[in-house]
Every structure is written in structure tokens, then in C-alpha cells.
């Protein structure tokens, strides 16, 4: 008789099929009731694991009893019911001690923390529960294997009706970070919790009941459990710069809030009021470094938003040594460090610091934008590529990512993904001036003059009196030959910013028959574009090119092609303003002049190449 005619005999079948029916039964009618009276969910899995042991127990007592007679029980079957109600028992506590396991999103690392609530009775304490947020949004950025979705892009959703699947399908975020902060003399509760935004369920969820003293441990703490319950590994240098404490000194850290509090409302008042208390702040820790890097942005937003001189610049890179002499591992002070240099055009520097500021905190949306820009701005456009594609996924409605990104399509000549882009800042921000500059400045190069006139009229609409405005309205009409309204332009931005007349204007004099005024334009332009090439640390070619310009209005066609020569071996490729200056129509023509556009096509041509293997490049012919 072979094994399956003893299976046959003894039926084994017949009693699984039993067993397996009742089963079904018992486990139907238990989930039921758990489900309507909310059991723990122990329960079920305990009766889970014990019916799907009892099977074997099932096939044993057939083995042993299922054939006809009367058969008596062995000292075997007592061991192997044992055995199997240990095993039983053991999984059943494995399995409860470790809890339900948790089905994350595929992008449960790309987290938002959203602003937390500030539960005290005062509402002076706003900037404190704002300030808690950034800094467990600044901890979760310092892990390399998260995508942290930037302050500006959560902040909108501070007391908003939205939900949380609605705000993470805005951000692209798989996680969501919420909480809560409460601070009652010198202790202070936050609650956190971790929600899985393709159900809203919660990951985790603690509350820390502190002194106010600990206030870094909590944050490094809640940086520490999310990392965990994502099952991000931490580096580490990534665990030692978490478990850092910027300051000893809980007032110098209150002052530093407020004094950021103040920074983010971008006003001069308030910039000067930031300004205020991060002094007060170093006033009581002196060694500070993080209160120093604050400092520093300060004093360069004087210069950058607020129109100081330049020697608060020089003030902010004494700042920002000061706070890497104290942290050398502060980001924040690489990349205002990075930015004074950027400023100053020294983009070796710059790049040096923005990269070391990047590597401390791998999120540092601020930064990867920045160094984004200044590769854009080098010629380095498949570098700038990847880095303000990696900021635009990090601070979603960054609309100067978009302009960016329109910007270095639009140097690769892929004009309709250039206006894509452009078009797509203006979604988010309708009158956003930069946008439509760049708009005006692609529809030209398109020959486009009816769309460029388009979007111009939106910019005399929103800021007739803008320099760039009147630039604008001046270049459309030289591309016109309307020579009067053109100069008309520039007069007036002259007269409004008092700033010199440059070669465009000589040109135009030109045109008009005033040789003679024109000459004495160019001929200062040239002596002024020969010392800024003296003067500047880096170039991309785009003074030389500015030479080539004034030596082709001049019709000095020698001079200006070895300064367009000068310009592409600094890497200047723009080829396309070229071939529709006007400056440029006795040159069009030549052999030099062809040689030099094959040239920068082939640059053109060689970016895009290296471009194809990036999985983000949308490609253009």
C-alpha cells in the first residue's frame, strides 16, 4: 500500500475538511465582533496563528485514529500535541511582542513635517512651537536616506482645513509628521505623531513631558524613532550631528527663535528686528555658532533683499567664519558662507561651501537650490539640472525652481519645455515679475514677437516703472526697427534709476544717425567691461561676449570675433541671442561667425548628451 492510499484510509481529508470548515466558521463570527466592538487586535491574531498549528494537530489525530476501530493514545501523540502547543505559544508572543507590521507607502520616506501646534495659553509662544518645527524638520534633514519636504512648502498648511492624504499628494510626501507643542514655565509637552498619508493611519505616535532644558534631546529623540520606524538607516556622522547641542543656554535658544521668527517675514523692519535678538542671543552665549550663521543671513538679506551696501556683505562672511570657527560642521554656516561668496562672483568658494554645507545636511533644500544656481550661472547646466531638479522635489512650489529649470532648458534650446516651465511658476504665482521676464526673454529668441508682446504687456501692468520692464519694452521694439520708442524705454529707465547709458542704447543712437553720442558710450562700455574681467574671479564668457557686442556695433568685425572667440573658450554658448541681435547682422554671414555657432552647438549638443542618462531629463530635439 503506497503513502497516498494510507492518507486515503486514515482520512486525513475528510478531517482537515472539517477542521478547515469550522475554521472558517469560528474565525468569520470572531472578526465580526471584533471589528463591531473594536477588539485588540491580539485576539484575532492569536486564534489566527493557534487554528493554522491546529492543523497539524488535526493530520496527527487522523494519522493515528482515522481508521475504523478503536485505537488508544500514544505516548508520541501526547509529545507532538505538546510540542505543537509550544510552538503555538511561542509565535503567538513573538508575533505580539513585535506588533502588526506596517504596509508603508513605496515613498514613506519622503516625509512633511507639518507646522506644529502651539498648544500653550499665550500666543507669543507661536514662534516657539514654529521653532520646534524647524528644528525636527532641520534633525530629520540631516538623514541622508529621508527626503525632508522644505519649511516654506509645509508652513502654507499652518492652520488650514486641508487633510492629510490632500497635503501629501500636493507635497508628493509618503509620511506625514504632525504634532503639538505646550510649554508651561519651564516644562514644556510635545506630542508627535508619524501618519502613513496613503491611509491615515498612524506609524507612531509619543508624547514627551520635559523639562525645557531638554529640549534638543526631544528632538533628537523624535529624529531618532522616525528614522526607526522608516527603517533609515542612520550614518554615524548623521547620529552625532542629531545628538549635537547648538547651545547650553535656553534663553540664547529662545532669543535665536524669535530672531528667526522675525527673518522669515522678509521686511526690512523685521529683518533688523531678527538682527536684534540674535545679538541678544550671543549676548548670552557667546559661542553660539548657530546664532552667529543666522547673523550672517541676516546681514546678507541687508545687502540682497534691502538694497544696503556692499559692506554688510563683508560683515556676513566675518559672521559666518566666526560660527565655523565654533561648529566647523554647521551647515547653515557653509551656506551663508557660500552665499556671500556667490555674491562677490567668487563661485569656487562658493561651490566649495554650499557642497560641504549639502553633504552636513543632505535636504538642505536652501543650499542644493543655490548651488543649483550657481552652476546654471557657470554653464554647468547638467549639474545645475540635478540640483534644481533635487530642490524642486525637496520645496515643491519653489517657483524660482521652475524659473530655473525653464532657464536652463531654455540655454539648451528646447523651447517648448523652457516655456513649460516658465508657464508653470506662473501657475503658482500669476504676477511673478522674473517669470515673465523670462517669457519675453524666450519668445524672442523664438522670433516670436507676438507672444513676447503678450506677456509684456502683463509686466507694464504689474510694474510699468521696473527697470526690466522698460529694458524689455525697449528690446521688443529694436527687434520691431521702431528706434524712437525704443530709446524712449531706456530714457526713462535711465531717468528713474539714474544708472549710465549702456551699449544698447549706443546702438539705438546709432541707428537714429548720432554716431558721434554713441561713440562716446561704447567707448566707456568697453573700459568698463575690460576692468570687470580684471576684477572677477570666475566667468562663463559673458563679459567677452558683452565685448563682442560693442566691437559688432562698432562694425569692428575683427575685434569682435576674437572677443565671441574669447567668450566660447570661457564657455559662453549661447548661440541663439546671437543669431538674433541686430548688433550681429554684418557678422551673420561670415566664416568666423559660423565656425564659433558650430562651436557652441556642438557644447549645446554635448550637454544634452550627457543629460540623456539623468531618469529626470525630459529630453528636447
Known amino acids: 500500500m503506497n503513502f497516498f492510499d494510507e492518507i486515503k484510509n486514515r482520512k486525513i481529508r475528510k478531517y482537515l475538511a472539517i477542521y478547515i470548515s469550522a475554521c472558517i466558521t469560528t474565525i468569520g463570527l470572531v472578526h465580526l465582533f471584533s471589528f463591531r466592538y473594536q477588539l485588540p487586535t491580539f485576539i484575532f491574531d492569536t486564534l489566527l496563528i493557534f487554528v493554522s498549528f491546529g492543523a497539524i494537530s488535526v493530520i496527527i489525530i487522523a494519522w493515528y485514529h482515522g481508521k475504523d476501530g478503536k485505537q488508544k493514545l500514544k505516548l508520541m501523540e501526547y509529545f507532538l500535541h505538546t510540542l505543537i502547543f509550544i510552538l503555538a505559544t511561542s509565535f503567538t508572543y513573538f508575533v505580539n511582542q513585535k506588533g502588526s507590521v506596517k504596509l508603508l507607502p513605496l515613498n514613506a520616506k519622503t516625509i512633511a513635517v507639518l507646522p506644529f501646534v502651539n498648544m500653550s495659553d499665550s500666543k507669543e509662544d507661536e514662534y516657539f512651537s514654529d521653532g520646534i518645527t524647524d528644528d525636527v524638520l532641520t534633525q530629520l534633514s540631516k538623514i541622508s536616506e529621508l527626503r525632508v519636504i522644505s519649511r516654506t512648502s509645509v508652513m502654507k498648511y499652518k492652520e488650514t482645513n486641508y487633510t492629510i492624504p490632500e497635503i501629501a499628494n500636493e507635497l508628493g510626501a509618503g509620511t506625514i509628521l504632525e504634532g503639538s507643542v505646550r510649554r508651561i514655565d519651564k516644562k514644556v509637552r510635545i506630542t508627535a505623531q508619524l501618519i502613513n498619508s496613503s491611509n491615515d493611519e498612524h506609524i507612531w505616535a ?48 529662545a532669543f535665536c527663535l524669535k530672531g528667526r521668527d522675525f527673518a522669515s517675514k522678509y521686511t526690512n523692519e523685521d529683518n533688523e528686528r531678527a538682527i536684534e535678538f540674535y545679538k541678544k542671543a550671543l549676548a548670552i552665549d557667546s559661542n553660539y555658532a548657530f546664532a552667529y550663521a543666522c547673523l550672517a543671513s541676516a546681514y546678507d538679506q541687508k545687502v540682497r ?105 531654455q540655454k539648451l534650446n528646447c523651447d517648448s519645455l523652457a516655456i513649460i516651465w516658465f508657464k508653470k511658476a506662473l501657475e503658482f504665482e500669476p504676477q511673478n515679475l522674473l517669470a515673465h521676464v523670462y517669457l519675453v526673454e524666450q519668445y524672442l529668441l523664438m522670433n516670436n514677437i507676438s507672444s513676447a508682446e503678450k506677456y509684456f504687456e502683463n509686466l507694464e501692468n504689474f510694474s510699468p516703472d521696473w527697470n526690466y520692464t522698460l529694458s524689455l519694452g525697449s528690446k521688443i521694439q529694436l527687434f520691431k526697427q521702431n528706434y524712437s ?127 540623456i542618462n539623468d531618469e529626470s531629463w525630459s529630453g528636447c530635439n
Do not use: C
Not at 237 to 243: A, C, F, V, Y
Not at 353 to 358: L, P, V, W
Not at 370 to 379: A, D, P, Q, R
Open 206 to 253: 509619543e508624547t514627551f513631558d520635559r523639562n525645557i532644558n531638554d529640549i534638543f534631546e526631544v528632538q533628537s529623540e523624535i529624529a531618532k524613532h522616525i528614522a526607526s520606524e522608516l527603517e533609515a538607516q542612520l550614518a554615524p556622522k548623521e547620529k552625532l550631528l542629531i545628538e549635537t547641542k547648538p547651545t547650553n543656554n535656553i534663553d540664547a535658544y
Open 305 to 409: 533683499r534691502y538694497m544696503y551696501s556692499n559692506n554688510w556683505r563683508d560683515s556676513a562672511i566675518i559672521m559666518s567664519n566666526k560660527a565655523l570657527s565654533l561648529d566647523p560642521n554647521l551647515a547653515e554656516g557653509h551656506s551663508s558662507l557660500a552665499k556671500s561668496y556667490e555674491a562677490k562672483q567668487n563661485y569656487r568658494l562658493a561651490k566649495y561651501h554650499y557642497e560641504k554645507a549639502i553633504r552636513l545636511n543632505p535636504n538642505y533644500y536652501a543650499a542644493i537650490y543655490n548651488l543649483g544656481v550657481v552652476h546654471f550661472n557657470e554653464g554647468s547646466l547638467d549639474n545645475a539640472f540635478k540640483l534644481i531638479n533635487q530642490s524642486v522635489l525637496l520645496e515643491p512650489d519653489n517657483v524660482f525652481g521652475f524659473i530655473v529649470m525653464g532657464g536652463i532648458y
Open 485 to 611: 520708442k525704443a530709446k524712449a524705454y531706456l530714457d526713462k529707465a535711465i531717468k528713474s534709476s539714474g544708472n549710465k547709458k549702456e551699449y544698447d542704447y549706443a546702438y539705438i543712437l546709432k541707428q537714429m544717425n548720432k554716431k558721434s553720442e554713441a561713440e562716446v558710450i561704447l567707448q566707456s562700455e568697453k573700459n568698463d567691461y575690460k576692468n570687470s574681467i580684471k576684477e572677477t574671479f570666475n566667468g562663463n564668457g559673458s563679459i567677452e561676449k558683452s565685448l563682442a557686442d560693442i566691437f559688432a556695433i562698432e562694425d569692428d568685425n575683427k575685434s569682435s570675433i576674437n572677443w565671441l572667440n574669447k567668450a566660447v573658450s570661457k564657455g559662453w554658448f549661447e548661440y541663439k541671442q546671437n543669431l538674433i541681435s541686430p548688433y550681429w547682422s554684418g557678422l551673420k554671414n561670415t566664416k568666423e561667425f559660423q565656425n564659433l555657432v558650430t562651436k557652441m552647438q556642438i557644447k549645446v549638443d554635448s550637454l544634452k548628451q550627457i543629460l
